[in-house]
């Protein structure tokens, strides 16, 4: 992998606050806005560019990573790879937002797409969920309906088991014909998780994401799997997926969570090799950070990229969707057609 050399590369960092057209409700924390870092990694006229929101949940906040990205400037300046970054930066968006521009910035020097720099196909589009978040079930089967183009949708749930019943049965009764997959965030303990399970049967749920919390994965020994389970704040990072995919069906992997898209393709294939499904997924943020996501989500059985459709204004030029697809054309991202 080459180097960046000393003398011909520039870090420029900001960050961002990305405004929500509504807000947006999940269990246990309610969005309006939500900060960015933006990473640009600049040699002449060439530029990669990196977007990253950090983890909430963790407390992975834009502030602090600017100023991890910033204490090392000089170390980046000096030549970095991204397998170096690995070593240098835990898992998080600060990684990510890098690491991210790492690609782009070594594609367009080579003159060639991420994707072909990653040795993949070229990419297709992908079917994505489109999210509706937590709200009383007649709001929720309003928004579903309005998703007239989607072919799938994912709920978020509370934890209130008789409301997130509710809200499911809501969506299920105007949207009969879409994939639905339901996400708790953390929100169920086992006595709960119990009432919850043949509600999703009887709805035709196809995924149950993070059920239990963070740290608490055993809550799911003995539980029925006739609904897949997915990992989300389970599961960060390829150490974690050595350690806790056992309890899982489906591994869904976020580049903010992981640390980039360097990290985000060795998890997708250790979690097959594992023996798991693979989803991508993403926190709140533009086409800039869904880009390299969707270069992931080529290898992945399950597609969640919508976080732009939450924002008051996205990125130009942008992901693109129609007919329940997401589509990432080259002007957006790692390709030395990309508009800056």
């Known amino acids: 992998m080459p180097v960046i050399q000393t003398d011909r590369v520039e870090l420029v960092l900001r960050n961002e606050l ?21 990473v640009n990694l600049r040699q002449g006229q060439i530029i990669g560019r990196g977007e990253a929101s950090g983890v909430y949940y963790l407390r992975d906040e834009p502030s602090d990573m600017l100023r991890t990205l910033d204490s090392m400037r000089d170390r980046i300046q000096a030549g970095i790879t991204r397998d170096e970054l690995r070593d240098l930066l835990p898992p998080g968006g600060a990684r990510n937002a890098l690491d991210c521009a790492l690609w782009e910035l070594e594609a367009r020097i080579a003159g060639i797409p991420a994707w072909q720099l990653a040795g993949m196909e070229k990419p297709k589009p992908l079917t994505t969920t489109f999210t509706v978040g937590a709200d009383d079930p007649d709001v929720m089967a309003e928004k579903a309906l309005a998703y007239t183009h989607a072919r799938a949708i994912k709920l978020k749930l509370t934890g209130d088991v008789e409301l997130d019943i509710a809200r499911l049965n ?29 509600a999703l049967v009887d709805a035709k749920v196809s995924l149950l994401e993070q059920p239990c919390r963070r740290g608490h994965e055993r809550e799911l020994d003995g539980v029925d799997r006739t ?22 069906d489906v591994v869904n992997i976020k580049l903010d969570k992981c640390g980039g898209l360097t990290e985000g393709l060795l998890m997708a294939t250790r979690a097959r090799e594992l023996g798991k499904k693979v989803m991508v997924g993403n926190m709140v943020g533009t086409s800039l950070a869904m880009a390299p996501a969707f270069l992931l989500g080529q290898f992945c059985d399950i597609v969640d990229l919508d976080g732009p459709i939450f924002l008051q204004r996205d990125r130009t030029p942008g992901v693109v969707y129609y007919d329940g697809l997401v589509d990432c054309p080259a002007s957006v991202w790692g390709s030395p057609d990309a508009v800056l």
């Open 18 to 38: 990305l405004r929500l057209s509504e807000p947006f409700r999940i269990s246990g924390h309610v969005f309006e806005a939500s900060p960015v870092t933006v």
């Open 170 to 198: 809501a969506v299920r009764a105007v949207r009969p014909d879409a994939w639905i997959g339901v996400d708790a965030n953390q929100g169920y303990i086992p006595g709960t998780l119990q009432r919850l399970l043949p």
């Open 227 to 248: 609904v897949p389970i997915a990992a989300d704040e389970s599961i960060l990072s390829l150490i974690e997926l050595e350690e806790r995919a056992h309890w899982f």
